[in-house]
């Protein structure tokens, strides 16, 4: 089964509106996140680093007051989307590194349409 | 220059073939290198490592040359199952805590009946 849970799977809004994005690693304590952004027909590109207790890492072209990331658990990172627009359209997927074996896993993803 | 490289395909195959793909990356620094698989509108899934030395999964072998910078992931005998999209992913850290992982554009493999 999952071993990181993300909610919502998909999610649709109007342009202007916030949406807000959580990842839970199950059975374990991840103390850090990564988010990422999925275009259609790209790869994957890192957005942050979400690090539990502390403020998230951006990289480099990312909005850090567009995409607001809270990590205020072990277990719970969101990422809300701010004052969404329709390029903000895309799949976001978390990803925690597990405990013991260093692996990353995924969220399910969530699929965001922005009208 | 991007990061990763892959040819995107797609790559149509009959079953019982064998497929191979290709990746190049740019950091020279770059320590830790998987293979990675992606089903439409799905999350990555862990498909395997990469080691210096090359390694093999059942259908699947992968191998590195570091010298060229270029990783390679074989499939043989395809099942229909396998069709899907393979991201090869390295990272910029050797077992850093971060981890950070920098994606390819995905190979996309269609294995025909």
Not at chain 1, 51 to 76: M, P, R
Not at chain 2, 12 to 21: H, I, R
Not at chain 2, 46 to 54: N, P, Q, T
Not at chain 2, 56 to 65: C, H, I, K, S
Request: proline share 4%; net charge neutral.
């Amino acid at each position: 089964g999952a071993v990181v849970s993300q909610h919502p799977s998909r999610v649709i809004c109007k342009s202007g509106t916030s949406v807000k994005i959580e990842c839970r690693s199950l059975d374990f304590q991840a103390t850090t996140m990564f988010w990422y952004r999925q275009f259609p027909k790209q790869s994957l590109m890192l957005m942050a680093t979400s690090n539990e207790g502390s403020k998230a890492t951006y990289e480099q072209g990312v909005e850090k007051d567009k995409f607001l990331i809270n990590h205020a658990s072990l277990t719970l990172s969101t990422l809300t989307v701010t004052s969404a627009h329709p390029e903000d359209s895309s799949f976001y997927i978390c990803s925690a590194k597990g405990h013991y074996t260093g692996e990353l896993f995924f969220g399910e993803g969530s699929r965001l349409t922005v009208l | 220059r991007k990061e990763v490289e892959q040819d995107p395909g797609p790559f149509n195959v009959p079953e019982g073939a064998t497929v191979a793909f290709n990746c190049t990356y740019s950091n020279s620094a770059s320590q830790s290198f998987f293979w990675y698989r992606q089903d439409c509108r799905k999350e990555p899934k862990l498909l395997m490592s990469v080691y210096s030395s090359g390694n093999e999964d059942g259908r699947f072998t992968a191998q590195l040359n570091r010298a060229s910078q270029y990783i390679s992931l074989l499939i043989r005998d395809s099942k229909l199952s396998d069709s899907a999209t393979y991201l090869c992913v390295v990272t910029d850290l050797y077992g850093g805590a971060t981890n950070k992982l920098i994606f390819g554009t995905g190979t996309l493999l269609a294995v025909q009946p």
